[in-house]
């Protein structure tokens, strides 16, 4: 494969930069449905009178689809590029946002919150800015990474006072149609300035030397290369470590705080907009922590901040029982903006993990290891609605849930630290043996 030709000296912006910053406003706008679930939790079971669990059911389904969906999506992104998935993945959130208006039973917010939406936000998951990074960025990958995964993240969380505030002034089903809105708004961006790769522009990643030439394209069918690249990495102890510790980062982030902080301030007196408004600031917060995780990865062993990371929020989930009350007072003022200077801080250690222990492959096998992130918070979002159903309060959801943290933060400090050799999936062209 001939070698493309380096960028000029004379140019001031990397065009990597350009398409970073689309990847960015894509995922926040994707982000706005995720945020909208916690928001309509109340407003469902009043007018439908359904409970807690039923919802959470949808809400289960989105998850578990958000996280399995991902590494599918590398694999077609690697195979018809990320500008093709990106503009399908918004189409069915706002396809999916749109149709749930039309629900009137448990079945059909299944179908659209948890299928269509969960597809397509799958498709956008955090593997998305890991694909980004990796194929646009040799340096300042973690920073990169870092500032994606802050926009979905803390999109998710900014959209939540607006879209509460406009189910108290609107009703639910406005609120719904404006995000979707939103959503389908993006797309024509994509589709004008999101490119795929940077030899299809002719020049090199950012931070590239002059003599770099881009690696082969794999071809073929992109289930069987992202299920030949789990079967490989699951033969490998270090794929377990990062999977365990990242079902628990997603148990206590979008299955717990995401989905029930709001419903449980509300049962300790909280209104529903001041709780919405919390979460609100933990997204401003999670911006600072997530782009200052991305910076110290570049220069710090990601096994010792993953492990202080999670030994954090493990605390903060112990105490957080202790602070709910109708007002908000000083000591939960503090945990909020702990917590979101934690919230997806470990997304950037993990990536870079997958790729120092897995080189070329470390975005597929980032897509697995997001996988388990999303069946970790699926199964939190189910076992917190249970815990609530049957207790009457969260407690013991929050209790348990620190406990999760400290055994990841063990599990992170142990992983090793010897690179893998390279996975090698069947494709169609010749891969060198590793020397």
Same mark, same amino acid.
């Given at each position: 494969?001939?070698?493309?030709?380096?960028?000029?000296?004379?140019?001031?912006?990397?065009?990597?930069?350009?398409? +970073?910053?689309?990847?960015?406003?894509?995922?926040?706008?994707?982000?706005?449905?995720?945020?909208?679930?916690?928001?309509?939790?109340?407003?469902?079971?009043?007018?439908?009178?359904?409970?807690?669990?039923?919802?959470?059911?949808?809400?289960? #389904?989105?998850?578990?689809?958000?996280?399995?969906?991902?590494?599918?999506?590398?694999?077609?992104?690697?195979?018809?590029?990320?500008?093709?998935?990106?503009?399908?993945?918004?189409?069915?959130?706002?396809?999916?946002?749109?149709?749930?208006?039309?629900?009137?039973?448990?079945?059909?917010?299944?179908?659209?919150?948890?299928?269509?939406?969960?597809?397509?936000?799958?498709?956008?998951?955090?593997?998305?800015?890991?694909?980004?990074?990796?194929?646009?960025?040799? /340096?300042?990958?973690?920073?990169?990474?870092?500032?994606?995964?802050?926009?979905?993240?803390?999109?998710?969380?900014?959209?939540?006072?607006?879209?509460?505030?406009?189910?108290?002034?609107?009703?639910?089903?406005?609120?719904?149609? #404006?995000?979707?809105?939103?959503?389908?708004?993006?797309?024509?961006?994509?589709?004008?300035?999101?490119?795929?790769?940077?030899?299809?522009?002719?020049?090199?990643?950012?931070?590239?030397?002059?003599?770099?030439?881009?690696?082969?394209?794999?071809?073929?069918?992109?289930? /069987?290369?992202?299920?030949?690249?789990?079967?490989?990495?699951?033969?490998?102890?270090?794929?377990?470590?990062?999977?365990?510790? =990242?079902?628990?980062?997603?148990?206590?982030?979008?299955?717990?705080?995401?989905?029930?902080?709001?419903?449980?301030?509300? $049962?300790?007196?909280?209104?529903?907009?001041?709780?919405?408004?919390?979460?609100?600031?933990?997204?401003?917060? $999670?911006?600072?922590?997530?782009?200052?995780?991305?910076?110290?990865?570049?220069?710090?062993?990601?096994?010792?901040?993953?492990?202080?990371?999670?030994?954090?929020?493990?605390?903060?989930?112990?105490?957080?029982? =202790?602070?709910?009350?109708?007002?908000?007072?000083?000591?939960?003022?503090?945990?909020?903006?702990?917590?979101?200077?934690?919230?997806?801080?470990?997304?950037?250690?993990?990536?870079?993990?997958?790729?120092?222990?897995?080189?070329?492959?470390?975005?597929?096998?980032?897509?697995?290891?997001?996988?388990?992130?999303?069946?970790?918070?699926?199964?939190? +979002?189910?076992?917190?609605?249970?815990?609530?159903?049957?207790?009457?309060?969260?407690?013991?959801?929050?209790?348990?849930?620190?406990?999760?943290?400290?055994?990841?933060?063990?599990?992170?400090?142990?992983?090793?630290? $010897?690179?893998?050799?390279?996975?090698?999936?069947?494709?169609?062209?010749?891969? $060198?043996?590793?020397?």
């Amino acid at each position: 494969m001939p070698t493309t030709t380096a960028p000029t000296r004379t140019r001031r912006l990397h065009p990597g930069w350009l398409v +970073a910053a689309v990847a960015f406003i894509a995922l926040v706008s994707a982000a706005g449905f995720r945020a909208a679930p916690s928001a309509l939790m109340l407003p469902l079971n009043e007018e439908f009178d359904w409970s807690s669990s039923e919802i959470s059911a949808a809400i289960t #389904v989105n998850l578990l689809l958000y996280g399995l969906t991902a590494p599918f999506a590398a694999a077609l992104m690697n195979r018809f590029g990320v500008r093709t998935i990106t503009s399908v993945a918004l189409l069915l959130v706002s396809a999916g946002a749109a149709l749930s208006i039309f629900a009137t039973a448990p079945w059909m917010l299944i179908a659209t919150w948890g299928l269509l939406i969960g597809l397509g936000t799958g498709s956008m998951a955090l593997v998305f800015a890991a694909t980004i990074a990796d194929q646009w960025f040799l /340096k300042r990958r973690g920073l990169v990474v870092g500032v994606l995964t802050a926009g979905g993240a803390t999109g998710q969380l900014i959209f939540l006072p607006l879209i509460a505030q406009m189910v108290v002034d609107s009703g639910w089903r406005q609120a719904t149609l #404006v995000v979707a809105a939103a959503a389908l708004a993006v797309v024509p961006l994509v589709l004008i300035f999101l490119r795929n790769r940077p030899e299809d522009i002719g020049i090199t990643p950012f931070g590239a030397p002059e003599s770099w030439t881009p690696p082969p394209r794999r071809s073929g069918n992109a289930a /069987k290369l992202a299920l030949a690249t789990l079967k490989k990495a699951s033969k490998v102890r270090t794929f377990w470590a990062l999977v365990a510790g =990242f079902a628990i980062c997603g148990a206590t982030t979008n299955g717990l705080v995401g989905a029930h902080f709001i419903p449980s301030a509300h $049962d300790h007196g909280m209104a529903e907009t001041t709780a919405a408004g919390l979460l609100a600031v933990v997204g401003i917060f $999670d911006v600072i922590g997530t782009i200052a995780s991305g910076w110290l990865t570049d220069r710090y062993n990601p096994r010792i901040l993953l492990g202080v990371y999670y030994a954090g929020r493990g605390v903060g989930l112990l105490v957080l029982p =202790f602070l709910l009350s109708a007002t908000v007072h000083p000591p939960m003022i503090v945990f909020i903006v702990i917590y979101g200077l934690d919230w997806v801080a470990t997304v950037p250690p993990t990536v870079a993990l997958c790729r120092e222990l897995f080189g070329a492959d470390g975005p597929l096998v980032f897509g697995w290891v997001f996988a388990s992130h999303q069946i970790g918070a699926a199964t939190a +979002a189910s076992v917190a609605a249970i815990v609530r159903d049957t207790t009457g309060e969260y407690t013991m959801a929050w209790f348990g849930a620190a406990g999760l943290c400290i055994i990841a933060s063990i599990i992170s400090l142990t992983i090793r630290r $010897d690179p893998l050799p390279p996975i090698a999936v069947a494709a169609p062209e010749k891969v $060198d043996a590793p020397t």
